[in-house]
């Protein structure tokens, strides 16, 4: 307004007799005398909740104790470094663990947990620090589990805010909620942060790379109340198969059908390839264990040396006496003989490098006995011409078609209803 009526413009709730200037009015009526109204589908499900009900939020702590190294351990058997950092991976199962050996304080609990350091419960948990051992093979780790109370988490307070009788923060009533909705998908899928893919609904993309269908879900405060987001996904990902099949699939080497002679260039070749993945070992019993891949060995099975050692530092060896003698605490051997001396495994691939699953110390296990863990995520950059087009039809789909799947998904008995 000019400078002349700026004196005019008040507060609504000033004194009655000063005039306050408002905005001229469209002459359509704001808009509505050329508009018509639509009917909007949106994929947005309303979320009911009690607002009576507590959620109570605590801080998780795991750390690794100490790492016994099982009998005949060496440079060949995984397991002998000490790694500080728990896995995501690993601190699921020390939760796990804690929970499933004292029933007294959490038996038939359901909780949130992130997978990292906020875990949210309907009720009051048992503070304090759970000691529990995790088998490795042959290794026995041993982790301590904290539980620290954090807040109690009203959930009258979201309410009010989306009855719009209050301006209070809700952020930690949405986060705890997100955690808790998302603990029973993340259970049953992949989960890759807010979005859940099934293994069972693969399309082969070739080059050892899987694309699996999912949907992503996110918890949003709206006008009509709390609604949960749901959406259909698409994500590409490695097969989980043994690495030297990969190898054939990727580079199509064809290792199954005759040994082959690897120069320094293809080894980098590999190593680039292999390097910072994810496998499990077939030659022990421990399916829930990953290991990442953090080089190749620079000689073959066969030809790759080191030194053995027994538990107490003493050779294997006796005397004519029959007694152990500690005069060679040490021998050397191959990779090739320790895996079939340990574990009766005859090397079929014994020409080809091993991979270093130790960022420490050289801890070699050869390809053939190495399998890619589930859920690792594939670059979309690194997909070839033929296998992106192939991803943008699975992803590129009619709406109608997009409504139906997301409808299957809140459906489905892995949904995120359940």
């Not at 005039?19 to 704001?30: A, F, N, T």
């Not at 979201?158 to 209070?168: D, P, V």
């Not at 199954?256 to 292999?274: D, F, H, Q, T």
Request: aromatic fraction near 10%.
């Amino acid at each position: 307004p000019p400078t002349s009526q700026l004196s005019l413009l008040r507060l609504s709730g000033e004194t009655s007799g000063v005039s306050v200037l408002k905005p001229v009015d469209r002459p359509d009526s704001g808009g509505t005398r050329c508009s018509r109204s639509i009917l909007l589908l949106a994929n947005h499900f309303r979320v009911e909740f009690d607002p009576n009900r507590s959620i109570y939020h605590y801080d998780v702590t795991v750390a690794s104790v100490k790492e016994n190294a099982g009998e005949g351990s060496s440079t060949a058997a995984l397991g002998t470094g000490t790694n500080a950092r728990v896995s995501k991976s690993d601190t699921r199962l020390v939760v796990k663990r804690v929970f499933a050996d004292n029933p007294r304080f959490f038996s038939a609990l359901q909780v949130g947990y992130d997978g990292e350091k906020s875990m949210y419960s309907p009720r009051p948990l048992q503070e304090g620090s759970y000691t529990v051992k995790i088998s490795k093979g042959t290794d026995l780790r041993e982790y301590k589990c904290t539980l620290k109370f954090a807040a109690k988490i009203d959930l009258v307070h979201l309410y009010k805010y989306l009855e719009r009788s209050t301006t209070a923060t809700i952020e930690n009533a949405i986060q705890a909620l997100e955690v808790v909705m998302r603990e029973y998908p993340a259970n049953c899928r992949i989960a890759r942060g807010r979005n859940f893919y099934s293994a069972a609904e693969v399309t082969d993309l070739g080059s050892g790379v899987k694309a699996l269908n999912g949907f992503f879900q996110s918890l949003r405060p709206t006008a009509q109340g709390l609604a949960l987001n749901v959406d259909f996904s698409v994500m590409t990902f490695y097969k989980s198969i043994p690495v030297i099949d990969f190898l054939d699939q990727n580079l199509g080497l064809q290792l199954n059908s005759a040994p082959v002679c690897m120069n320094g260039y293809e080894m980098r070749k590999w190593e680039k390839i292999l390097k910072g993945l994810k496998v499990r070992v077939t030659h022990r019993n421990t399916n829930e264990v990953t290991y990442t891949i953090f080089g190749l060995s620079k000689r073959s099975a066969r030809e790759e040396t080191f030194d053995l050692f027994d538990v107490r530092g003493r050779s294997s060896n006796k005397n004519n006496a029959g007694s152990t003698t500690a005069r060679n605490p040490k021998k050397a051997t191959t990779i090739e003989k320790y895996f079939y001396d340990q574990y009766k495994v005859q090397l079929k691939y014994w020409y080809l490098p091993c991979l270093n699953l130790s960022k420490k110390s050289a801890t070699y296990v050869p390809m053939e006995l190495c399998v890619l863990a589930e859920g690792q995520r594939f670059s979309i950059e690194n997909l070839s011409k033929d296998a992106l087009k192939w991803l943008r039809g699975l992803t590129n789909i009619n709406p109608r078609v997009r409504l139906d799947r997301i409808m299957q998904i809140v459906s489905s008995h892995d949904g995120p209803w359940g």
